[in-house]
């Protein structure tokens, strides 16, 4: 399918597969040379392997910055692993992209829609404008870095589990 990729004050018109095998969001390294968007390195390059194993070469060493992509009046903000990729293929979506955006009609009709509950709410122009997170490119190149924020709920009955919690940290 044909969708919209912004960075910054760019825009492309991007071919993308939607790819029910493809663990992460991928991005071709000839799209990245022909708009000479800027990409990161990754600080310890991972190893991401093909449909039968094999690993991929040249992919797992670099990224862009979370960008907008559109489809309509559907917005998603991701970031993409740079790979190579066979010509005419700008973008691949992975499976958990497809399950968080579930598109009606891509698998049996010309015409998709994104009308989940779920899309149709947080997936706007202005939510995906209204990015709350700063870039930290200290934290995000940080090998030792996990998780950056966590929530979580206990019942009342499990409050074990929050006695590592500070006081403070503890809502009841």
Aim: proline share 6%.
């Amino acid at each position: 399918m044909t969708m919209l990729l912004h960075w910054g004050d760019k825009q492309w018109r991007v071919w993308v597969l939607l790819d029910t095998s493809c663990s992460v969001p991928l991005i071709s390294q000839q799209l990245i040379r022909e708009t000479n968007m800027s990409t990161k390195e990754q600080k310890q390059p991972f190893r991401i392997e093909n449909y039968i194993g094999q690993t991929v070469k040249g992919v797992g060493e670099k990224y862009t910055e979370p960008m907008i992509l559109q489809y309509r009046h559907h917005f998603s903000r991701e970031t993409f692993e740079v790979s190579p990729m066979e010509a005419g293929v700008d973008l691949f979506l992975p499976f958990w992209w497809i399950t968080k955006h579930p598109p009606q009609g891509a698998w049996d009709s010309p015409e998709m829609r994104f009308s989940s509950p779920d899309c149709l709410k947080q997936c706007t122009q202005f939510e995906t404008a209204d990015f709350l997170l700063s870039w930290d490119e200290a934290v995000a190149t940080e090998p030792e870095a996990r998780i950056v924020g966590y929530v979580s709920t206990v019942k009342k009955e499990e409050e074990e589990p929050l006695e590592n919690v500070l006081e403070k940290f503890r809502s009841h």
